[in-house]
């Protein structure tokens, strides 16, 4: 399936006289110039649907697309469960063999064809479902992980009272067993009669008591969830969530009214406020007492739990939904791109960024665990935690303690709004991109498509504003991404490779770029990444359990609900299989074998090239099976 080389279209790439800017040539002088795109790259049809300004802001909001705020609040949490540094040699290792293989094919996807994940499956049109399913997962996403940024609003807006009301028992939620931090808690308890705590597990338990009793806890779940007792009590909406919601969603729009060309500029600061931030707050967090310990605790390897085997399914789960990729953003997003650019330098660039940024964070975060838990004379496992409860319990009770609290919470949850927004960028921008291809007289309404969505989304959104809002929260989280992306990249990964083709795709990339991926990327499409993706998939499936919140069980239609949701998701597969099948004339067998081939419009989307591809296609000859996988494994001899 795959062919032998494009050198006579290279050769005119490098031949062509005609600007970049009005025909996307290639000129390898100036590949990586990061000017502004001109007008007539958009008026002449190559790049109707618009282009990045500049080569950064892609860069810029690619990392910010990846970089999260689950960067914070999970990879350090991982790495202290499972072995401190010892978890970075699989972490990064998955990072190698299956990350950035999986990152790079999809930014060289979209950049290739210049459309969305919607219309980039006419490479194989009997897959055409996975696009819709990637369209779905996005809604999903959009949908309920705007209350991140919800949550941090809330936080955001309290930052600015005379006192933070997270560090004080005299509020109208807190209750009577309310403690002003762990610190005093830990200290009450232990003045209570020693033949309470007559054995650790006991003390222990005692500990867990005094974490759900600090003002800091008592403002999570009293004031900004104000949580009832379950999905069978929902409650009404909370106004200051409801309130929030708006903000959050106004500012999307604001951001993303414009597409790219308003994306494009705020990502300067949305993509790199976070890292000054977290540089500042770690180097606050080392003066403070403790700060040592945490970080050694952190990083200290045990390398005995590398015979773990589930803790390399944690890395590889880990590298997997730390990237993105599935989601359909990345393919969106490089679809704006110039066709010459260099996907392969911008997948090391962002892949490292987000494996570093999740390192990088685990000292910020345990140089203040290990102060907490200093000051409470506690054990720093008993004081860490994984979830929003790390960024939105534990450091902010940390903040409390700091000279001028109200300074140090404002930068904070500016941060985490930051890491936050650029995550809904992506998904967001999928979306209406989706859209945008489908009716394209819809693009002169770009802001008009933009606010429709968003408004749509923010009613949505409002069970999540609801008493019972943080049950249908987790709920969602636990089901609905745990395997639907995992199967998206399986297939993406199998039917490049094996369907379309390796050697043809890398062959795509070397008209792209004028040279082909390494042997190692070929070889981890064609083996290691499709191989992890399904082995990971199949544990996860074996290994699953239904989802609880802070000692709430979910009852038993809860968990129909959420397998239901998890599997909607990929119901568009099969619909769209089965429509492309009876719509295609011939036998089964032919219609098949028909479908399996890329549709006639299938090619690089800069038309100087279109032709001469269609051309080159048409004189490839079929080879057998075992010539096939030699050319998708190594490359054909003459390529």
Same mark, same amino acid.
């Given at each position: 399936?795959?062919?032998?080389?494009?050198?006579?279209?290279?050769?005119?790439?490098?031949?062509?006289?005609?600007?970049?800017?009005? @025909?996307?040539?290639?000129?390898?002088?100036?590949? $990586?110039?990061?000017?502004?795109?001109?007008?007539?790259?958009? *008026?002449?049809? $190559?790049?109707?649907?618009?282009?990045?300004?500049?080569?950064? *802001?892609?860069?810029?909001?690619?990392?910010?697309?990846?970089?999260?705020?689950?960067?914070?609040?999970?990879?350090?949490?991982?790495?202290?469960?499972?072995?401190?540094?010892?978890?970075?040699?699989?972490?990064?290792?998955?990072?190698?063999?299956?990350?950035?293989?999986?990152?790079?094919?999809?930014?060289?996807?979209?950049?290739?064809?210049?459309?969305?994940?919607?219309?980039?499956?006419?490479?194989?049109?009997?897959?055409?479902?996975?696009?819709?399913?990637?369209?779905?997962?996005?809604?999903?996403?959009?949908?309920?992980?705007?209350?991140?940024?919800?949550?941090?609003?809330?936080?955001?807006?309290?930052?600015?009272?005379?006192?933070?009301?997270?560090?004080?028992?005299?509020?109208?939620?807190?209750?009577?067993?309310?403690?002003?931090?762990?610190?005093?808690?830990?200290? !009450?308890?232990?003045?209570?009669?020693?033949?309470?705590?007559? @054995?650790?597990?006991?003390?222990?338990?005692?500990?867990?008591?005094?974490?759900?009793?600090?003002?800091?806890?008592?403002?999570?779940?009293?004031?900004?969830?104000?949580?009832?007792?379950?999905? *069978?009590?929902?409650?009404?909406?909370?106004?200051?969530?409801?309130?929030?919601?708006?903000? !959050?969603?106004?500012?999307?729009?604001?951001?993303?009214?414009?597409?790219?060309?308003?994306?494009?500029?705020?990502?300067?600061?949305?993509?790199?406020?976070?890292?000054?931030?977290?540089?500042?707050?770690?180097?606050?967090?080392?003066?403070?007492?403790?700060?040592? =310990?945490?970080?050694?605790?952190?990083?200290?390897?045990?390398?005995?739990?590398?015979?773990?085997?589930?803790?390399?399914?944690?890395? !590889?789960?880990?590298?997997?939904?730390?990237?993105?990729?599935?989601?359909?953003?990345?393919?969106?997003?490089?679809?704006?791109?110039?066709?010459?650019? @260099?996907?392969?330098?911008?997948?090391?660039?962002?892949?490292?960024?987000?494996?570093?940024?999740?390192?990088?964070?685990?000292?910020?975060?345990?140089?203040?665990?290990?102060?907490?838990?200093? *000051?409470?004379?506690?054990?720093?496992? $008993?004081?860490?935690?994984?979830?929003?409860?790390?960024?939105?319990?534990?450091?902010?009770?940390?903040?409390?303690?700091?000279?001028?609290?109200?300074?140090?919470?404002?930068?904070?949850?500016?941060?985490?709004?930051?890491?936050?927004?650029?995550?809904?960028?992506?998904?967001?921008?999928?979306?209406?991109?989706?859209?945008? =291809?489908?009716?394209?007289?819809?693009?002169?309404?770009?802001?008009?498509?933009?606010?429709?969505?968003?408004?749509?989304?923010?009613?949505?959104?409002?069970?999540?504003?609801?008493?019972?809002?943080?049950?249908?929260?987790?709920?969602?989280?636990?089901?609905?991404?745990?395997?639907?992306?995992?199967?998206?990249?399986?297939?993406?990964?199998?039917?490049?490779?094996?369907?379309?083709?390796?050697?043809?795709?890398?062959?795509?990339?070397?008209?792209?770029?004028?040279?082909?991926?390494?042997?190692?990327?070929?070889?981890?499409?064609?083996?290691?990444?499709?191989?992890?993706?399904?082995?990971?998939?199949?544990?996860?499936?074996?290994?699953?359990? &239904? &989802?609880?919140?802070?000692?709430?069980?979910?009852?038993?239609? !809860?968990?129909?609900?959420?397998?239901?949701?998890?599997?909607?998701?990929?119901?568009?597969?099969?619909?769209?299989?089965?429509?492309?099948?009876?719509?295609? &004339?011939?036998?089964?067998?032919?219609?098949?074998?028909?479908?399996?081939?890329?549709?006639? $419009?299938?090619?690089?989307?800069?038309?100087?090239?279109?032709?001469?591809?269609?051309?080159?296609?048409?004189?490839?000859?079929?080879?057998?099976?075992?010539?096939?996988?030699?050319?998708?494994?190594?490359?054909?001899?003459?390529?």
């Amino acid at each position: 399936m795959g062919f032998c080389k494009f050198d006579s279209l290279i050769k005119r790439k490098k031949d062509s006289k005609e600007p970049e800017s009005e @025909n996307g040539g290639y000129q390898p002088a100036k590949q $990586d110039d990061d000017t502004e795109g001109t007008e007539s790259s958009s *008026e002449s049809g $190559d790049y109707s649907r618009g282009v990045w300004a500049r080569k950064i *802001e892609f860069i810029l909001s690619v990392i910010g697309y990846s970089v999260g705020v689950g960067n914070l609040w999970r990879f350090p949490y991982l790495v202290m469960q499972n072995g401190g540094g010892a978890f970075l040699i699989p972490f990064f290792f998955f990072l190698f063999v299956c990350g950035i293989p999986l990152f790079y094919l999809e930014l060289c996807l979209g950049q290739f064809s210049g459309v969305s994940c919607l219309y980039v499956w006419k490479f194989c049109p009997l897959f055409k479902g996975i696009g819709y399913m990637m369209l779905v997962v996005s809604f999903v996403y959009c949908w309920y992980y705007i209350m991140v940024l919800v949550w941090v609003l809330v936080y955001l807006f309290n930052s600015f009272m005379s006192q933070l009301p997270w560090g004080q028992c005299n509020q109208a939620w807190n209750t009577e067993h309310c403690v002003t931090g762990l610190a005093s808690g830990v200290s !009450a308890m232990r003045n209570v009669s020693a033949e309470s705590f007559e @054995n650790d597990t006991t003390f222990s338990e005692s500990n867990i008591s005094v974490m759900s009793h600090t003002a800091s806890k008592e403002f999570w779940n009293r004031y900004v969830l104000n949580k009832s007792s379950g999905l *069978e009590d929902f409650g009404g909406i909370q106004s200051h969530l409801a309130i929030a919601l708006v903000v !959050a969603w106004v500012a999307i729009f604001l951001c993303l009214m414009k597409g790219i060309k308003s994306a494009g500029k705020v990502v300067y600061v949305t993509a790199l406020l976070p890292y000054v931030l977290l540089t500042v707050f770690l180097v606050k967090g080392l003066t403070l007492p403790g700060a040592a =310990d945490g970080i050694l605790f952190y990083i200290k390897p045990n390398f005995s739990t590398l015979l773990d085997f589930n803790v390399w399914v944690q890395a !590889a789960v880990q590298v997997f939904y730390s990237l993105g990729p599935a989601w359909g953003g990345l393919i969106t997003m490089a679809s704006y791109n110039k066709f010459n650019n @260099n996907c392969l330098r911008d997948a090391l660039i962002c892949t490292a960024a987000d494996g570093f940024t999740s390192f990088y964070g685990g000292f910020v975060i345990f140089s203040v665990i290990g102060y907490i838990a200093k *000051e409470a004379n506690m054990e720093i496992k $008993d004081v860490a935690t994984s979830g929003p409860g790390l960024a939105l319990v534990i450091y902010p009770e940390a903040i409390t303690k700091l000279p001028i609290p109200q300074l140090w919470s404002v930068l904070f949850f500016l941060m985490l709004l930051s890491l936050g927004i650029d995550s809904q960028f992506g998904v967001f921008e999928t979306l209406s991109s989706g859209l945008l =291809d489908t009716f394209p007289r819809l693009r002169k309404r770009k802001i008009l498509v933009t606010a429709c969505l968003c408004v749509i989304l923010l009613l949505l959104d409002l069970p999540f504003t609801l008493n019972g809002g943080i049950y249908l929260y987790q709920l969602v989280d636990w089901y609905f991404a745990a395997f639907c992306v995992l199967i998206i990249s399986f297939l993406e990964c199998f039917l490049i490779a094996w369907v379309y083709g390796a050697n043809r795709f890398c062959n795509d990339i070397k008209l792209m770029v004028g040279r082909p991926p390494p042997l190692y990327i070929r070889i981890c499409w064609c083996v290691f990444t499709p191989v992890i993706l399904l082995t990971v998939f199949l544990i996860m499936c074996f290994q699953y359990e &239904p &989802p609880s919140y802070d000692g709430y069980k979910y009852p038993m239609v !809860a968990k129909v609900c959420g397998n239901i949701l998890a599997m909607i998701p990929v119901i568009p597969l099969p619909i769209v299989m089965i429509y492309q099948i009876a719509n295609t &004339p011939g036998s089964l067998w032919q219609k098949i074998k028909f479908l399996l081939k890329p549709s006639y $419009d299938w090619g690089p989307h800069v038309s100087q090239y279109k032709q001469g591809y269609e051309q080159y296609i048409e004189m490839q000859k079929p080879c057998g099976m075992l010539h096939s996988v030699r050319k998708n494994l190594l490359g054909a001899a003459d390529s």
